[in-house]
């Protein structure tokens, strides 16, 4: 279940990456490469008190997710991205 603080990470027609808030209608930063973006995020998130983050990849599909601190993960898995 998505959370207001929850943050998705994508790429929109133009090229540029979005960091966007769930709840939000605007996104809240832009930039130009997937790691600048998530990286913003997971500050943001952390900054908020933490929650998850959800990256797509070009295609269009969900890429990875990750619970940042100290947002409640009820059922932790093994990380195999990091």
């Known amino acids: 279940m998505s959370k207001g603080q929850d943050r998705m990470v994508f790429r929109r ?42 990256t797509k990849g070009v295609n269009g599909l969900i890429r990875g997710k990750d619970t940042i601190a100290p947002g409640n993960d009820p059922v932790p898995a093994r990380d195999r991205e990091h």
Request: overall charge negative; proline content about 0%; glycine content about 10%.
């Open 13 to 54: 027609e133009d090229g540029t990456w979005v960091n966007k808030r769930n709840d939000a209608e605007r996104a809240s930063s832009l930039h130009a490469t997937q790691r600048e973006a998530e990286q913003a995020a997971r500050e943001m998130l952390s900054r908020q008190g933490g929650g998850e983050l959800t």
